[in-house]
Every structure is written in structure tokens, then in C-alpha cells.
């Protein structure tokens, strides 16, 4: 008599439902990797802002919201745009024109 008979499928299955976990444990990995990449990438693009329209960070990141909503572009794609800008001096017309008016510092009233 095999004793050992019903505890090979038990074995396997704990096997594959590891693997299943390590998968997604490093699928959960590589999106925060992605996530702090593009954090950072934001943050100095918010810095950008606030250096060259001499405004809030508040008003630096409703800016860059706003520009990527009505450019229909990702925001990530946007930081990166006004982080490029800051090293080359260029920045396409649209992502320009949407900026322009949001970096005006207001006047104290």
C-alpha cells in the first residue's frame, strides 16, 4: 500500500500556488518600480513649476493636472516633457500653450 499516493497532488498544488504568488508578488514589484519612478519624475516637474512661474507646489501640480487633461496626455508624459524642458529649452506648442497662462504668479491683492 502506497502511502505516499494522495500526498503528491497536495505537494504539486502547494508548489504551483507558489509560483502563482512569487508571480504576482513580482508583477506587484515592477508596477511600484514603475510608481516611484514616476512619483519622482512628477515631483521634478512640480519643481520646474514652482522655480519658473514663481508659484505654489499646490498650484505647480493643478497645472500639470490640468495641462495633461486638456492636452490628453499622460501625466507622467507631461512631467517628463517639463523636465526635458528644463534642461533643453523646448517644450512642444500644446503642452506650452496649456502651461503659459497656469504659470502666471498672481498678484498679492
Known amino acids: 500500500m502506497d502511502t505516499h499516493a494522495g500526498r503528491v497532488p497536495r505537494v504539486v498544488q502547494e508548489m504551483e500556488s507558489r509560483s502563482d504568488r512569487i508571480r504576482e508578488l513580482e ?3 515592477t508596477q511600484l518600480r514603475h510608481a516611484v519612478t514616476a512619483h ?13 512661474g514663481r508659484i505654489t507646489p499646490e498650484e ?16 507622467r508624459q507631461v512631467a517628463e516633457l517639463v523636465v526635458d ?7 512642444p506648442a500644446d ?7 497656469r504659470l502666471q504668479p498672481h498678484e498679492p491683492g
Open 60 to 75: 505647480a501640480w493643478d497645472a500639470l493636472r490640468e495641462t495633461s487633461m486638456c492636452t490628453n496626455t499622460k501625466l
Open 27 to 29: 508583477a506587484e514589484v
Open 85 to 91: 524642458w528644463a534642461r533643453n529649452g523646448y517644450l
Open 95 to 101: 503642452i506650452r500653450d496649456e502651461l503659459a497662462p
Open 40 to 52: 519622482a519624475l512628477i515631483d521634478q516637474a512640480i519643481g520646474v513649476l514652482v522655480a519658473v
